[in-house]
């Protein structure tokens, strides 16, 4: 079996600092993100069990799933976007993610829809 | 063999090969946790109201099983910049914390399970007990007696499924003469759907005898829907977590040598990894509010 090997052979090996590609992370700033992105997380946790606690004579169950669910949706647009970089991604990744959105949108909304479709005579809640 | 674009974006895409495999891996994943996720959404749409469970989970150890991740996905991320910057060190020590953390987690879903698997629903034969119809609460013990000798054992440990099994006949000559839960009684199964809206729930130590016991069962998946629901999309999370794990200790540990001969593929592979980390996250940052809060 032939060997395996990456086909960038020249970048290899590494020794001390590396001239063959610019390192533009800045380490501070990524930490500086990450407090950031942190606190945000931390803050849309407690929002999130605020709302689930909130008195049930003031609000009712679906604006209480609705506010739970916005925040869950805020909190995984953090999440995504600094931590794994989509705010800053390639156009490929986009496409991809548009074509993941379509069937699981799709998935989603075929429930729901389905969940209409009663056969004749049965007794619904 | 070669490996094309392993380290240099492809001309075309824009970035190297591996990216846009995790990319689609990480598309398929949607698509099976959605599956899920559709599943929860009309089987908790068709229930009638009332009937749906509240406050089954420990909501503290959910909470802190989110921060946990929350931290993971932070030191993953730190690890593949710490990379970046070429400080080897520093990525030790933060994919070391992320492998803790992710220990953690499941050391806590493992509480959790145990907690659910060792607390019983136990239905009393009619008019047996003024207390209430059903016990529940968490199993503490129980006593068998082998019928010739008379002989009594009693065990504390948790049995799992064959304890229930032994609750209904006779297992290795010893039948079952009482077991004893910590919990309390119940007239009816509505008692035990809102856990939520009971601001205390007194408990105290129950030991009811074998004639009393009509039927028990504990809260496992098989339990009703809910918590077929929780096991299964829980479980498939803390599975992706276990892969997780492997992946990164296996970047800590003997795929570090790739580090010495190619740091730029290194860091790449560690990219991906976080990429699949940070998914993982992002699941439980829905199933964490679906499960422990609505």
Same mark, same amino acid.
């Given at each position: 079996m032939s060997e395996l090997k990456t086909a960038e052979q020249h970048n290899a090996p590494f020794v001390g600092k590396s001239d063959l590609h610019e390192h533009t992370v800045d380490f501070n700033n990524y930490l500086r993100r990450c407090v950031f992105v942190l606190i945000a997380v931390l803050c849309a946790v407690s929002l999130m069990l605020v709302a689930s606690y909130l008195p049930s004579e003031r609000f009712d169950w679906p604006a209480k799933v609705a506010m739970i669910l916005a925040i869950a949706c805020t909190n995984a647009f953090v999440v995504a976007g600094f931590l794994m970089h989509l705010i800053s991604e390639k156009k490929m990744i986009y496409t991809l993610l548009a074509f993941t959105a379509f069937f699981f949108v799709g998935l989603i909304g075929l429930t729901v829809w389905a969940m209409q479709d009663f056969p004749a005579g049965t007794v619904t809640h | 063999?070669?490996?094309?674009?392993?380290?240099?974006?492809?001309?075309?895409?824009?970035?190297?090969?591996?990216?846009?495999?995790?990319? +689609? &891996?990480?598309?398929?994943?949607?698509?099976?946790?959605?599956?899920? &996720?559709?599943?929860?959404?009309?089987?908790?749409?068709?229930?009638?109201?009332?009937?749906?469970?509240?406050?089954?989970?420990?909501?503290?150890?959910?909470?802190?099983?989110?921060?946990?991740?929350?931290?993971?996905?932070?030191?993953?991320?730190?690890?593949?910049?710490?990379?970046?910057?070429?400080? @080897?060190?520093?990525?030790?020590? @933060?994919?070391?914390?992320?492998?803790? +953390?992710?220990?953690?987690?499941?050391?806590?879903?493992?509480?959790?399970?145990y907690d659910h698997l060792t607390h019983y629903e136990i239905h009393l034969t009619a008019g047996s007990n003024a207390g209430g119809s059903i016990a529940d609460g968490h199993f503490a013990g129980a006593i068998y007696v082998n019928p010739l000798t008379k002989e009594q054992v009693e065990t504390k440990s948790f049995c799992g499924m064959s304890f229930a099994t032994v609750a209904g006949g006779v297992t290795n000559n010893y039948e079952l003469a009482s077991v004893t839960i910590d919990g309390r009684y119940v007239n009816n199964e509505q008692q035990l759907i809102d856990l939520r809206s009971q601001k205390e729930v007194q408990e105290t130590e129950l030991k009811i005898p074998r004639s009393q016991i009509k039927d028990m069962q504990s809260y496992g998946p098989w339990h009703n829907d809910y918590l077929a629901l929780y096991f299964t999309m829980t479980a498939l999370h803390a599975l992706h977590i276990l892969g997780g794990s492997i992946v990164i200790g296996y970047l800590w540990g003997p795929g570090r040598k790739l580090w010495k001969v190619d740091p730029e593929h290194f860091t790449n592979r560690v990219e991906v990894s976080g990429l699949f980390w940070h998914f993982v996250d992002l699941v439980w940052i829905f199933l964490f509010p679906v499960l422990y809060l609505m």
């Open positions: - | 063999m070669e490996i094309p674009y392993a380290v240099h974006p492809r001309p075309d895409t824009g970035i190297y090969n591996a990216k846009v495999g995790i990319w +689609l &891996f990480l598309a398929s994943e949607v698509m099976l946790f959605g599956a899920l &996720f559709s599943a929860y959404v009309l089987i908790r749409v068709g229930t009638p109201p009332g009937e749906w469970p509240h406050g089954w989970q420990n909501v503290t150890l959910g909470t802190l099983n989110t921060l946990v991740l929350a931290v993971s996905a932070i030191t993953t991320l730190m690890a593949w910049v710490a990379c970046k910057v070429r400080q @080897f060190g520093k990525f030790k020590f @933060f994919h070391a914390c992320t492998l803790l +953390l992710a220990l953690a987690f499941l050391c806590i879903k493992g509480f959790e399970y």
